[in-house]
């Protein structure tokens, strides 16, 4: 699979701090789900800022999709990324939902016809076209955040970044958030990248990179990191739910593989055992 | 909230509900400006009339206006009791010391109330039938000319849509960190003078820096949405001119041009 974002050994620390990446390099997979999780403080949300070229590199190479990014191919670069920041609040410009998500569109000048059939199909993919009206103090916190996702889609990027988008939502809102955020993936055939702090949303990801203190510690499948219960206790995370209950299985002597398993897996897995008896 | 009157709208569809909101701003500005050429009993009788038949088309309630004017009523009382008391001339029908009330400071008195009425009121419809996006959108074209001088035309308007945005935002986390303080002890609104500014620290304080986290994380994601500059941009909604506005202008113009007629010189 090509790379759609390449990240190239990689320095980076604010002014007056200490460094947070040295050479770190990471490759995004086009058209796959990439989840980066690590604790408070591990750098992951400077890395989705550092991709969009919001702050700069001190020493290193980003690529997007065949772009470096730097002065010149910035505006470019910024119309291939989507991102969805953690505070709905901060990130609502327009006054009403309509003209939030117009307002990508005319930072690109885009004719205003145009720009009508835009906004409407977009906050009807996102289910919000009936709150077309609504000033930002009228909506929750999902709701708000599916704005913001409308006024990606209505840019039509490659790639949608999720810098802890859902931490702010209660379970319903962030359940539904990455239902929509998996069918627009789907049916754009999107590049996403998910920065969170949510185990079972990392769980949902077709590859997991754990960072921390600015290093990648390990990169590889959901079901084999969510596996090791300790390895992730070592660095301050918590085992997704169905890796901790099939620990307090295990302390009570019924075996499993030690493999991750989601809640179906799960509930399949225990039927058998029981079947068995 | 519920006395805030500033940037309440009804929604509605009524003649001046569907204006386009640079006419009206024009118009409001226009009618004040008429207001201080009127100088007896016809003239503001003729101006009253057409803020009635306004009122009357914008099919708003009147208990609204009357919330409208509600928190002035004071301000209005003080200043007309002043006009009454300490103009001089006229037949006098009282004095007492440096106050004396006479025929002509009542007319005068009289005339001020009014004054304060129309002018509160034109601008009650303006606010009650206008969103506050459309009279932003509205400053931004009566503003235009000023381009010509560099004058960051479009730079303020969004500056002012933002502020209008956030406006409900930064009063709910005022309220919370309100509550917050009080639960922990900070008494607000009693005892001293001096008492009440020093409590009104931990309100501020936390209310400042929560506005400056805002702009922050706002600026960066309006540059991750494209935004460079304020002038390069489309506009998603636009008010046209439309004859309604004509008709209107229409209107006001002749009774502008009536008021002239009928003021003494």
Redesign the interface.
């Known amino acids: 699979m090509k790379d759609i974002i390449q990240i190239k050994n990689i320095t980076f620390n604010y002014p007056d701090q200490p460094l947070l990446f040295d050479q770190l390099s990471i490759d995004v997979h086009e058209g796959e789900w990439t989840a980066l999780i690590g604790q408070n403080g591990s750098g992951k949300s400077t890395l989705a800022?550092l991709i969009?070229g919001?702050i700069v590199l001190k020493s290193g190479q980003i690529v997007v999709d065949g772009l470096i990014v730097n002065d010149d191919n910035i505006?470019d670069i910024?119309?291939k990324?989507?991102?969805v920041?953690q505070?709905p609040?901060?990130?609502?410009?327009?006054?009403?939902v309509?003209?939030d998500v117009?307002?990508?569109?005319?930072?690109?000048?885009?004719?205003?016809e145009e720009?009508?059939k835009v906004?409407e199909s977009s906050l009807k993919e996102v289910g919000m076209w009936e709150f077309r009206d609504r000033?930002?103090?009228n909506l929750s916190g999902g709701q708000k955040q599916r704005v913001a996702i409308a006024?990606i889609v209505a840019?039509s990027p490659k790639i949608i970044i999720l810098d802890e988008a859902t931490s702010m939502l209660d379970p319903r809102g962030r359940q539904e958030i990455l239902d929509l955020v998996t069918k627009i993936k789907q049916e754009n055939n999107l590049t996403v990248i998910s920065i969170t702090h949510d185990i079972d949303e990392a769980a949902t990801a077709d590859r997991v990179i754990v960072v921390n203190k600015g290093t990648i510690v390990e990169e590889d499948k959901p079901d084999n990191i969510f596996g090791d219960i300790r390895k992730l206790e070592s660095i301050g995370l918590s085992a997704p739910f169905t890796s901790q209950l099939i620990m307090a299985l295990e302390k009570r002597g019924i075996d499993s593989s030690s493999q991750y398993l989601n809640d179906k897996r799960l509930i399949a897995w225990i039927k058998q055992l029981v079947s068995n008896k | 909230m519920s006395n805030f009157l500033f940037g309440r709208y009804l929604p509605g569809n009524s003649w001046v509900h569907r204006m386009s909101p640079q006419s009206k701003l024009m118009l409001c500005f226009f009618f004040v400006i008429v207001i201080f050429f009127a100088n007896n009993v016809w003239t503001y009788a003729t101006l009253s009339l057409l803020l009635i038949v306004v009122v009357l088309m914008s099919g708003v309630s009147i208990g609204y206006f009357l919330k409208g004017i509600r928190p002035l009523i004071w301000l209005i009382i003080f200043t007309v009791l002043l006009q009454i008391l300490f103009s001089s001339g006229g037949h006098v029908y009282w004095h007492f010391g440096p106050f004396s009330v006479s025929d002509l400071s009542l007319i005068n008195g009289g005339f001020i109330f009014v004054r304060f009425l129309l002018i509160i009121m034109i601008s009650t419809v303006l606010t009650l039938t206008t969103t506050p996006l459309a009279i932003a959108d509205g400053v931004q074209t009566v503003l235009k000319p000023l381009k010509k001088f560099h004058f960051p035309v479009d730079t303020l308007a969004l500056m002012l849509s933002i502020a209008l945005r956030f406006v409900p935002t930064l009063m709910d986390e005022m309220e919370t960190i309100l509550n917050a303080q009080r639960s922990r002890g900070v008494d607000f609104g009693s005892g001293s003078l001096r008492h009440r500014i020093q409590a009104a620290v931990p309100l501020l304080v936390p209310l400042f820096t929560g506005a400056i986290n805002h702009a922050e994380n706002l600026s960066t994601a309006m540059e991750a949405r494209g935004f460079t500059d304020s002038e390069h941009r489309s506009k998603y909604r636009v008010y046209r001119w439309q004859t309604k506005d004509t008709i209107s202008w229409g209107v006001f113009l002749l009774v502008g041009i009536l008021v002239l007629f009928l003021r003494n010189n």
Do not use: S
């Open positions: 800022r969009d919001l505006f910024r119309n990324i989507g991102i920041f505070n609040e901060d990130q609502f410009v327009g006054a009403t309509e003209d117009a307002f990508g569109l005319e930072n690109r000048q885009m004719p205003r720009m009508h906004v000033i930002p103090a006024g840019l």
